[in-house]
């Protein structure tokens, strides 16, 4: 049986750093940086050993790239949340999983990664 595609925008195929944290209250507030492995404005697919559950918030900041933007390349800090877990671990232990981005906003300058 095939899956049914639920997703309402396309994904772009395309690596970019993020780096997240899991919030509420009993989350671990460790920062992991990691990178999407591919992305739309609605979400993102990544790989991570962190210990995320389906339905877990995130605080998100990740380089939108221009096919995604429209524009040229930008800083996003976003909020999140786990919409499913890919269980087959990568080579170094990581597993995947795709997040659905629920609102974001423009990094200031000031605050963006250095490149």
Request: net charge positive; with cysteine; aromatic share 8%.
């Amino acid at each position: 049986m095939k899956a049914v595609e639920r997703r309402q925008r396309a994904r772009l195929n395309h690596r970019t750093p993020l780096r997240f944290r899991a919030a509420g209250v009993a989350a671990d507030k460790t920062e992991h940086f990691t990178e999407a492995l591919n992305i739309s404005r609605g979400g993102f697919f990544f790989a991570s050993s962190a210990p995320l559950q389906v339905g877990m918030p995130l605080e998100v900041t990740i380089r939108m790239p221009a096919e995604v933007t429209g524009n040229s390349a930008q800083e996003m800090r976003c909020t999140a949340h786990v919409v499913h877990v890919r269980n087959e671990p990568y080579g170094d232990g990581r597993i995947g999983f795709g997040a659905e981005i629920e609102k974001f906003q423009t990094v200031a300058v000031q605050e963006r990664w250095m490149s």
